[in-house]
């Protein structure tokens, strides 16, 4: 033992050492433990961020819409009184009102990173005898593109989109027998009918999306549908994707828009996560429990089996604090060997998830995130765990009355 440690690391090291099994039991239980943490805490990451990178990749974050057409009864003539029945209309498309000013004022909001104008209908695709119903986006690539990344889905062909081109999903092109270079005649219910050329097929992993979405330049689409210069959402991308919603409200209170979020429109998801969340918090605390639970079990025992040795200790000179820390100590030791072990058990068992465990199609079920913070925090909730629960034997031990404790 090196001479120069302090007495008490001495000491509580020679404990822990004399009680090899117990020491050997208990940080195998605090290294399941806290190789659970790891485990689950990695992988519900893992999952959360593949399922918001799902669903965020392939929409904004907050869509500005149009407010709904609400129809209006005629005001009365003087003493003259009706018994209207006013229905609600039909919503057909129009544009969002003075979009531009809209979009400038967006601009100037530090918590948005990214703005782009849609103008977004139906229409159909028709290709010899085959034809299909379709929702065509107009969009500017520019900045749709930093919005819902379309370059990373192309499957065949590039994402130019010019006055005369299309970009259309594969079960579309396999619907309609078309490839890329390919002319499509597409038709709206109003506006002027364009022949276009498929420039690039997409796969965005659904199935239905993949059959109905098709991405025109800004300009075709306000022509095809026949709203010239109008369009019929503002997207947008922010810095805190949980914020969404929060912000979404406030442009609504300040613009004359109805705003979407994401997590509205995904309120089954975003329950889901927020349910993610708290369930890895409340593993984290029955953990840490049965933890502290062990670590004061196990002391309080060696407290009971060295009461002799810590009766010498006493009558050789050694004070309360320095009996008190001695067995502090040996919590902590405990508890930071056990987090060390569980780590490396943790990420062990996460990597061999996380190869083994794959979807259909090949790809990884969820991403491996083995960040350095949650090792760190872990070594420390452990540590800290095991200064608490040794804090009881520990004070039991420091109030031991030398001569009862020796004389046993």
């Not at 060696?302 to 001695?326: E, N």
């Amino acid at each position: 033992m090196n001479r120069w440690l302090p007495f008490e690391w001495i000491a509580a090291i020679r404990f822990l050492r004399e009680g090899r099994m117990q020491t050997l039991f208990i940080i195998t239980g605090i290294a399941i433990g806290v190789g659970v943490i790891v485990f689950m805490s990695a992988l519900l990451t893992g999952l959360q961020a593949n399922f918001i990178k799902r669903v965020l990749t392939s929409q904004p974050q907050i869509q500005l819409i149009p407010l709904d057409q609400i129809a209006r009864p005629l005001r009365n003539a003087p003493g003259v009184f009706e018994n209207a029945s006013v229905q609600r209309p039909s919503q057909h498309v129009i544009s969002v009102d003075q979009w531009q000013k809209v979009r400038d004022r967006m601009q100037s909001m530090p918590e948005i990173t990214a703005i782009s104008p849609t103008m977004a209908g139906s229409a159909l695709a028709i290709r010899g005898a085959a034809s299909r119903a379709i929702t065509i986006a107009g969009i500017e690539p520019a900045s749709y593109f930093t919005i819902v990344r379309i370059p990373d889905y192309v499957v065949a062909g590039v994402p130019r989109l010019n006055s005369q081109d299309i970009i259309i999903g594969t079960e579309l092109a396999k619907d309609l027998g078309a490839t890329v270079n390919d002319k499509l005649n597409v038709q709206a219910a109003t506006g002027t009918p364009v022949v276009l050329t498929v420039t690039a097929v997409l796969d965005l992993g659904n199935k239905a999306v993949n059959e109905r979405n098709t991405y025109v330049a800004l300009r075709t689409a306000q022509s095809l549908l026949g709203i010239i210069g109008g369009v019929t959402t503002v997207d947008l991308t922010v810095k805190d994707i949980y914020a969404a919603e929060t912000l979404a409200k406030r442009i609504e209170s300040s613009n004359a828009v109805e705003a979407d979020s994401w997590i509205a429109t995904n309120a089954q998801f975003f329950t889901a996560v927020q349910a993610q969340k708290t369930s890895n918090t409340m593993i984290r605390l029955f953990v840490a429990l049965s933890v502290a639970f062990g670590i004061a079990a196990v002391l309080v025992v060696s407290v009971i089996q060295r009461s002799k040795d810590i009766g010498i200790l006493r009558a050789m000179g050694a004070s309360r604090g320095q009996v008190l820390r001695v067995f502090l100590i040996q919590g902590g030791v405990l508890g930071f060997v056990g987090a060390v072990v569980g780590s490396v058990m943790g990420a062990g068992g996460l990597m061999y998830w996380h190869s083994a465990m794959r979807q259909a199609d090949g790809s990884e079920l969820f991403p491996l995130m083995l960040e350095r913070n949650l090792f760190v925090a872990t070594a420390l909730l452990a540590t800290a765990t095991g200064l608490v629960a040794a804090m009881v034997p520990a004070i039991r031990a420091a109030n031991l009355d030398p001569v009862v404790a020796i004389r046993g």
